[in-house]
């Protein structure tokens, strides 16, 4: 037996006030989604808003539906309305506020696993490093260059 060692880096930025004013900008559209999410059973908000190469701007929030599995993540109604809109373009950076809505949350919040395979599905495709920038609605922001720090065991199509 042998054993495997991932070792992973992480920014942290004590504030979204840390980010350059670009990444700011998108977190905060991010913000601006997570207060439209569609969450009547958890009380739960996400919101995500994704950079894409040609300068667009995407957002998407967590839509539930009473048939719980009928609901979608935040972050993957916002990648896969980026691939549906823009198919040719590549998804630069992605960011998460996520925060029930009866309460301020500071910690970082990042995607669940099914939204990591999804965001994988992508950075794989691309053959391009997707910035994840992830928080609550307020407090630190975690930056990651890609989804391989949070999912290092990707599932790729070359496996089936």
């Given at each position: ?29 991010a913000i601006e989604a997570r207060e439209r999410a569609y969450a009547p059973y958890s009380n739960f908000g996400v919101g995500t808003a994704i950079l894409l190469d040609n300068g667009e701007i995407v957002s998407g929030s967590n839509q ?97």
């Open positions: 037996m042998k054993q495997i060692t991932f070792t992973t880096t992480f920014s942290v930025f004590d504030s979204l006030d840390e980010l350059d004013t670009e990444d700011k900008k998108i977190m905060q559209k539930e539906n009473a048939a719980y599995p009928s609901g979608l993540c935040a972050e993957r109604v916002a990648i896969f309305y980026a691939g549906a809109n823009y198919p040719t373009s590549k998804v630069l950076k992605l960011f998460i506020s996520a925060s029930p809505k009866d309460r301020e949350l500071e910690e970082p919040i990042p995607p669940c696993g099914a939204c990591r395979q999804s965001i994988a599905e992508y950075e794989m495709k691309q053959d391009v490093d997707i910035e994840i920038y992830f928080m609550g609605s307020k407090g630190k922001v975690y930056h990651s260059n890609s989804l391989k720090n949070l999912l290092p065991f990707l599932f790729e199509k070359k496996h089936l």
